[in-house]
């Protein structure tokens, strides 16, 4: 990894390796936790529906995440009010569309078209020759994550066009992400979850009804909150402090590959050899763009930092 460094107005300062790696690691177990509660959040479909789950999901997370930060201990002026309104929206829809998508195509393939959105961002930020071949690895690892053998034509289309909706809604939050990274992460993270709940909740009570409220549901919505909303998206927003979103964008190509390997761990789904070159394509695209980062690309942090 090349060195960072924290850049004054008059000098460099080197970072230690571990506070280096600290938001990648972030970033990592934010995507193995949200691969696992993903996993065990399709059991409550079958009785809540995905509005149903998607917004369960995100109602208890916002509560949690509200009582630990309690932001309002935290000064917040209009402008950042109306990014965190912007940000809660986009997070909400992100959820709703991807979870209505899992209805009616696999997880695999879901995830994959879903990330089409920070691929596309990613390239848009790419400026080194080298940065290309990374996104092209990434690129040719989703590919053959894609049962493209069995037919593209076999999705459903109305649940790839809703995985491509939570792509496009992806893509923007990152970007709303970092015109929060000047706040405190729990904070930003807290208010963001709180308004994407009461953005999607109306659609999970006109899915659910009353079901949602059943003890049982409450209790496995609540495990699914904590590991798959609550966790990773506090994570993700301390690794967007630090981490340039073209970096973000190609290291989150690994969520695919994550998720495959918890299906087969927790749900003891088999890959195949196409899957596994699959993995290697995109952990090379992901560690590549670790190593390719300079000091230059960190990003610029404050009210008026670009997105």
């Known amino acids: 990894m090349a060195r960072a460094m924290i850049k004054s107005q008059s000098n460099s300062v080197p970072v230690s390796p571990i506070v280096a790696a600290t938001p990648y690691l972030a970033l990592l177990g934010g995507m193995v936790s949200l691969s696992v509660g993903t996993s065990f959040a399709k059991q409550l479909f079958p009785v809540i529906g995905a509005e149903g789950t998607s917004s369960l999901r995100v109602s208890l997370s916002a509560l949690v995440l509200i009582c630990l930060w309690r932001p309002w201990r935290f000064k917040l002026n209009g402008a950042d009010a109306r990014r ?18 899992l209805r009616t195509i696999p997880l695999g393939p879901a995830l994959a078209i879903e990330f089409a959105g920070p691929l596309v961002l990613a390239l848009l930020h790419a400026r080194r020759w080298i940065h290309f071949v990374w ?3 990434a690129i040719v690892g989703l590919g053959l994550l894609l049962p493209i053998r069995s037919g593209m034509n076999a999705l459903d289309p109305v649940g790839v066009a809703f995985a491509a909706a939570a792509g496009l809604f992806w893509a923007l939050y990152i970007i709303c992400g970092k ?24 659609f999970g009570i006109a899915s659910a009804g009353s079901a949602i409220l059943a003890p049982s549901v409450l209790l496995l919505g609540l495990g699914v909150a904590l590991v798959s909303s609550a966790l990773p998206y506090s994570l993700e927003m301390i690794a967007l402090r630090h981490i340039p979103e073209r970096t973000f964008g190609v290291m989150l190509s690994a969520e695919p590959a994550i998720g495959a390997i918890a299906g087969l761990f927790l749900l003891h789904e088999e890959l195949s050899a196409l899957q596994w070159l699959a993995i290697g394509s995109i952990v090379i695209a992901s560690i590549g763009a670790i190593l ?3 000091p230059k690309d960190t990003p610029i942090t404050g009210p008026g930092a670009p997105a």
């Open 84 to 101: 965190v309104l912007l940000y809660g929206i986009v997070l909400g829809l992100m959820n709703l569309t991807f979870y209505i998508s």
């Open 292 to 294: 390719t980062t300079e």
């Open 179 to 202: 015109r929060l990274s000047h706040m405190h992460a729990g904070q930003s993270v807290a208010l963001g979850m709180g308004t994407a709940a009461v953005v999607i909740l109306p």
């Open 135 to 137: 996104v092209g690895c």
